[in-house]
């Protein structure tokens, strides 16, 4: 994204080379390392923050599916819950009414 290969790095140079007086080629030369230095630092922590944000994402969304999970599993109980319940009032009336169901 934002490399900067050896090559741009010798080009830079070289023009900074050519360009300037001999007397002020070292200061060009540290304005550009200094540059280089703040380009590293800037990719660095644009890709550190990328990656907080897809470590953050990826758990949003696991805590999501653990949620659903948790979810499915809670109406799962009570709906066997609640069948259970069906069965056990259907069998007391039965019992009680001597009757049978159709």
């Not at 007397?23 to 550190?48: D, L, P």
């Not at 109980?77 to 169901?101: F, G, P, V, W």
Request: aromatic content about 6%; overall charge negative.
């Amino acid at each position: 994204m934002l490399d900067i290969a050896w090559s741009e790095l010798l080009v830079v140079i070289a023009l900074g080379w050519l360009l300037t007086d001999p007397k002020e080629y070292a200061e060009v030369i540290k304005g550009i390392a200094s540059c280089m230095r703040k380009i590293a630092t800037i990719k660095n922590e644009i890709h550190s923050t990328l990656m907080e944000i897809s470590e953050d994402c990826v758990s949003t969304s696991d805590m999501k599916v653990q949620k659903d999970n948790n979810i499915l599993g809670a109406k799962e109980l009570y709906l066997k819950q609640l069948s259970s319940m069906y069965c056990e009032a259907q069998y007391n009336k039965i019992k009680d009414d001597n009757t049978t169901i159709h």
